[in-house]
């Protein structure tokens, strides 16, 4: 029987914060707003888990398509294929 590792195994660098970065997470962070056609970049705030995307899209930059509850639809191309990944406004910046 083969172990089950979970969505987080191997971001042991990818969800490190710097020195200088950590701590608390500011609310406009946490609740900043985005339009319907705006490009944005999936990069993840390690100090909040809920509502992150998988490790695969992180740096990836998509757009906006809609907004589902408090997060965002983001549509990105995986290689070919569109994908649409739901995250957090915490885990999105404006490009």
């Not at 969505?7 to 914060?17: A, N, P």
Request: net charge positive.
């Amino acid at each position: 029987m083969r172990r089950s590792h979970g969505g987080r195994q191997h971001t042991r660098c990818i969800l490190k914060k710097n020195y200088k970065e950590k701590g608390k997470v500011t609310i406009n962070k946490q609740l900043q707003k985005f339009e319907v056609g705006d490009k944005v970049v999936i990069k993840p705030e390690p100090a909040i888990q809920e509502g992150m995307p998988f490790r695969r899209f992180f740096g990836k930059v998509g757009v906006i398509v809609g907004k589902r509850g408090k997060a965002y639809e983001i549509e990105i191309m995986d290689f070919t294929a569109k994908k649409t990944v739901l995250s957090l406004p915490v885990h999105l910046q404006k490009r």
